[in-house]
C-alpha cells in the first residue's frame, strides 16, 4: 500500500477520546505539539469524535486547530472552525433520522436503559440524568414519547446492567437495520442516521479537499473508529483498542497511556512506500 512521502495534502484523521485525550480528559504537551507540528507541515488535520459539535470544538481550539474541519456525532455533523464565527465554527453539514423506531424496540428490551438524543449545539435530550461527566453539554429530562418525537443526528443507549458483548448480541438480535451503530467500551450504544459513519463525513471532506485517497490517516481506538481505520489509506489503531479494532487497522501504535497518537503523526510524510 503507498502511503503518502510529505504531511502537505495529507488528511489526518484524529479521534478524540482514548486517542488524543485520555479518559479522565487530559491532553498531554507531545500530543498537542505533534498535532501542531503536522499542521504546520502542511497536512489537514480532521477531528472526527462521537462528540458533538460543541465540545468537539473546544478540544480542537486547545490543539491549536482554529480552521480546518471537525466531524462529530459519528458522522452525522460536520463543520468549518473559523474563530471570526460565534462559537469559532459553522455546521457545513448535517444527517438525521427518526429515532422512534429503534428506541422503541431498545426500550421494551431495556427498560432499565437510559436514552440520550443529541440536541445539536446545546447538548442532549434524556429519559433520566446521565452520570456525571458522560454526556456533554446540557441534559433536559424529557418524557420518552417527547425523546423520541424529533428527528435526531445521534442517540445514546447506556444500560449498566449490561456488558458490551450483551449489547452486541442485542442488537444482531434485533435487527437495527436503519440505523449505523457502535457499542462502546461499556454498556454504551452509539446511534447515527444509517450508512453514516466518520469514514463516510471523512470521504466527502477529501473529496472537497482535493486529497488523493493514499494520502489519507486514521487514528483511533474505538467500536466507532472501525470504518474510518477500514477507510484510510493508513489506519492506525491505538494499543489499548480492544481486538476487533486492532484487527480493523493496518498498524498499532502505543497505547493512551503511552501518547501512541504522538509516534504516528511524528511519522507521517516518513512512511514507505
Not at 505539539?33 to 469524535?49: F, S, Y
Not at 440520550?116 to 440524568?129: I, K, Q, T, W, Y
Not at 418525537?149 to 444500560?159: E, L, S
Not at 497505547?255 to 516518513?270: F, K, N, P
Amino acid at each position: 500500500m503507498t502511503h503518502p512521502r510529505t504531511a502537505a495534502g495529507t488528511l489526518v484523521a484524529l479521534d478524540v477520546d482514548g486517542t488524543l485525550l485520555t479518559y479522565d480528559g487530559a491532553l498531554s504537551p507531545a500530543v498537542r505539539e505533534a498535532v501542531t507540528g503536522v499542521r504546520d507541515a502542511g497536512a489537514h488535520v480532521v477531528l472526527a469524535t462521537g462528540r458533538g459539535v460543541r465540545s468537539a470544538v473546544p478540544v480542537a481550539v486547545d490543539l491549536g486547530l482554529t480552521t480546518g474541519w471537525v466531524v462529530c456525532s459519528n458522522g452525522a455533523v460536520t463543520a468549518r472552525l473559523d474563530a471570526g464565527l460565534p462559537g469559532g465554527y459553522e455546521v457545513t453539514s448535517i444527517t438525521t433520522f427518526d429515532p422512534e423506531p429503534a428506541l422503541r424496540v431498545l426500550q421494551a428490551e431495556l427498560p432499565d436503559a437510559l436514552f440520550a438524543v443529541e440536541d445539536l449545539g446545546h447538548g442532549f435530550r434524556v429519559s433520566r440524568p446521565f452520570p456525571d461527566h458522560e454526556l456533554t453539554g446540557d441534559q433536559q429530562v424529557l418524557p420518552f414519547d417527547e425523546l423520541v418525537a424529533q428527528p435526531a443526528t445521534r442517540v445514546v443507549v447506556r444500560d449498566p446492567g449490561s456488558t458490551p458483548e450483551e449489547f452486541r448480541e442485542l442488537v444482531e438480535r434485533v435487527g437495527l437495520h436503519q440505523v449505523s451503530y457502535a457499542v462502546g467500551w461499556s454498556a454504551w450504544l452509539d446511534l447515527t442516521p444509517g450508512g453514516v459513519s466518520k469514514a463516510s463525513a471523512l470521504e466527502e471532506l477529501r473529496r472537497v479537499l482535493g486529497v488523493e485517497p493514499f494520502a489519507t490517516v486514521a487514528v483511533g481506538d474505538g467500536g466507532n473508529d472501525v470504518e474510518m481505520l477500514r477507510w484510510a489509506a493508513r489506519g492506525v489503531a491505538m494499543g489499548h483498542a480492544p481486538e476487533f479494532v486492532r484487527l480493523a487497522a493496518d498498524e498499532v501504535t502505543g497505547t493512551i497511556e503511552d501518547d501512541g497518537a504522538v509516534a504516528v503523526l511524528r511519522s507521517i510524510g516518513h512512511a514507505p512506500a
